[in-house]
């Protein structure tokens, strides 16, 4: 039994019930100074006892919350219930040295992510550009500039509420704005405007976010980048998910070739959350619009340096 589980069961062991006891939580979630929980249905009435035995036993919390369902909406916001303590509901977060600001009923951390942050920015190469689709407060966004060294870096919200965030992280963890460009909007509609700029494109947004693929193939630099994109499938079965970029990117004239697929966590019995990494590439020249406009613009080179050598050879 988690060492957790055990403390929690001696602390409300005057509380509840015997069969309450063994539903209590193993585990919680710690952000900053707050606890978050979630609990069974049949627990759900006594929580506030359960909030005031985790705010006694957990060391330096002093707010404890109840995660109420799943996050569902558009925006990720997560569903958070104040329970018990200081009722401070923004923390300041610490992860592989930076810093996040935010209010924990509205926006999401996912805990299970942390791996994966740290492999993201260790895989970005001096001077890439870097497009952010679904930002946040800039998860994957702040790291990237803090950490690698890219040429420059995107993020991109549609969250009012994100990008407040965002913009608050990227003054906390002083960046510049030189190094980090943050935009309010879709990226779907967003990254096409800024035209042919990335080497690398971050879709990080569950479920697979199929929706933005057309914006991303039109947002890569002409000889293409990285692609990460991410969705839920069957331990291992992730083809599904890579053959919709593959049918995105053909149709618009691109090669779309997995490099690596990352299993991040465990979602439900059987379904694991994977982040693809996926080499994109143009067509060959006379396949898809691509290679055809890469073409034509090929040959008007080659005649107008004819055109050229011909004006420059002397009249007999």
């Known amino acids: 039994m988690p060492p957790f589980k055990r403390q929690l069961q001696e602390k409300l062991k005057h509380a509840l019930s015997a069969s309450e006891l063994e539903l209590v939580p193993s585990s919680f979630q710690r952000l900053g100074h707050i606890a978050i929980v979630r609990l069974k249905q049949e627990l759900v009435p006594k929580k506030e006892y359960v909030g005031e035995a985790v705010l006694a036993i957990v060391p330096g919390v002093k707010t404890v919350c109840l995660n109420t369902k799943k996050i569902e909406t558009e925006f990720r916001q997560p569903n958070i219930e104040f329970l018990v303590g200081e009722n401070n509901l923004v923390v300041v977060h610490r992860e592989h040295e930076c810093i996040f600001r935010f209010d924990v009923t509205k926006l999401m951390w996912s805990m299970g992510n942390m791996n994966e942050r740290k492999r993201m920015y260790e895989m970005v190469k001096p001077g890439e550009v870097a497009v952010d689709f679904f930002a946040g407060m800039g998860y994957w966004s702040i790291p990237i500039a803090k950490h690698a060294q890219p040429g420059h870096v995107y993020a991109i919200d549609a969250n009012p509420d994100a990008i407040d965030a965002l913009r608050e992280n990227q003054k906390l963890n002083k960046i510049p704005k030189e190094k980090m460009t943050v935009i309010q909007g879709k990226c779907e509609?967003?990254?096409?405007?800024?035209?042919?700029?990335?080497?690398?494109?971050?879709?990080?947004?569950?479920?697979?976010?199929?929706?933005?693929?057309?914006?991303?193939?039109?947002?890569?630099?002409?000889?293409?980048?990285?692609?990460?994109?991410?969705?839920?499938?069957?331990?291992?079965?992730?083809?599904?998910?890579?053959?919709?970029?593959?049918?995105?990117?053909?149709?618009?004239?691109?090669?779309?070739?997995?490099?690596?697929?990352?299993?991040?966590?465990?979602?439900?019995?059987?379904?694991w959350h994977y982040v693809l990494d996926i080499k994109v590439t143009p067509l060959d020249w006379d396949e898809g619009s691509m290679g055809k406009i890469r073409k034509e613009k090929e040959s008007k080179q080659k005649i107008r340096a004819r055109e050229s050598h011909t004006s420059a050879v002397p009249a007999q």
């Open 189 to 271: 509609e967003v990254a096409p405007t800024l035209g042919h700029i990335a080497d690398r494109i971050i879709m990080g947004y569950l479920p697979a976010p199929t929706f933005a693929l057309t914006a991303a193939f039109h947002t890569f630099k002409p000889r293409g980048g990285t692609l990460h994109y991410e969705g839920v499938c069957e331990e291992g079965k992730y083809d599904e998910l890579l053959q919709d970029v593959r049918d995105q990117g053909t149709s618009l004239g691109w090669n779309a070739e997995l490099l690596h697929a990352q299993p991040v966590k465990s979602m439900a019995p059987r379904k």
